[in-house]
């Protein structure tokens, strides 16, 4: 079973920050929180993982809590492409050879123009 | 360099018949790895391959099955088609601690 909760649906005016929540209150010390996203028609994307520290790349932004139960993934500006369905991960790096990801139902992000 | 290829796009089955589907990864990527999407139940982890071993598998009967060759490439197939087993296939590879890149996914109609 996937191990975080996200809301179903989300919206968002075109041009404006969004941020995107997840819970994942049994993360274990050696999980990665992951971002995908998934643009209609095609398969998931990559957009962002972390550990502790907050990330920042060239499509979005995570904020983690300080007790890792949840996270944030920020968008910084939406544009109508941006309207995907986003999933929120855990990934265990701990050395295990079970590298697999579960996938939730995940937030459908709806861009309003 | 080239991203994770998946043939074929489009398929169309009978019931009771078989299928293969196959994926190529990003060159270097070992780990493969299968995923289903319908509607319904969103996407499904089906199996996981690494250096042409089955490390991880989903809850999905026996007719569900794969491999991996030594080049990396992988197929799955599906045998005695269902009319629930229509879906987006998705294969995904990653080069282990990063992220995975999927591919576009075959999509497979079951009549």
């Known amino acids: 079973d996937a191990k975080t909760t996200q809301p179903n649906s989300m919206e968002s005016n075109e041009e404006e920050p969004v941020h995107l929540p997840c819970n994942h209150s049994t993360i274990s010390g050696t999980d990665y929180i992951h971002w995908y996203r998934q643009l209609p028609s095609q398969g998931p994307e990559y957009v962002i993982h972390?550990?502790?520290s907050n990330v920042n790349n060239r499509m979005a932004s995570l904020a983690i809590a300080e007790d890792r139960k949840s996270s944030t993934l920020i968008l910084h500006r939406a544009t109508l492409r941006d309207a995907a369905v986003y999933y929120c991960i855990l990934r265990d790096r701990g050395g295990s050879r079970d590298d697999k990801i579960i996938f939730g139902k995940g937030t459908r992000l709806h861009i309003l123009p | 360099k080239a991203g994770v290829t998946q043939t074929p796009r489009y398929l169309i089955k009978t019931r009771g018949q078989q299928v293969t589907l196959s994926c190529s990864p990003i060159s270097g990527h070992r780990s493969v790895s299968w995923y289903q999407q319908t509607p319904g139940q969103g996407l499904q982890f089906l199996f996981e391959?690494?250096?042409?071993?089955?490390?991880n598998k989903g809850n999905f009967p026996g007719r569900f099955s794969g491999r991996q060759f030594s080049n990396s490439r992988s197929e799955m197939n599906v045998s005695t088609l269902e009319l629930g087993d229509s879906a987006l296939y998705l294969c995904?590879?990653?080069?282990?601690?990063?992220?995975?890149?999927f591919g576009s996914g075959t999509r497979l109609t079951v009549v």
């Open positions: 391959y690494f250096s042409e071993t089955q490390r």
């Open positions: 995904a590879s990653s080069d282990q601690g990063n992220g995975y890149t």
């Open positions: 972390g550990l502790t």
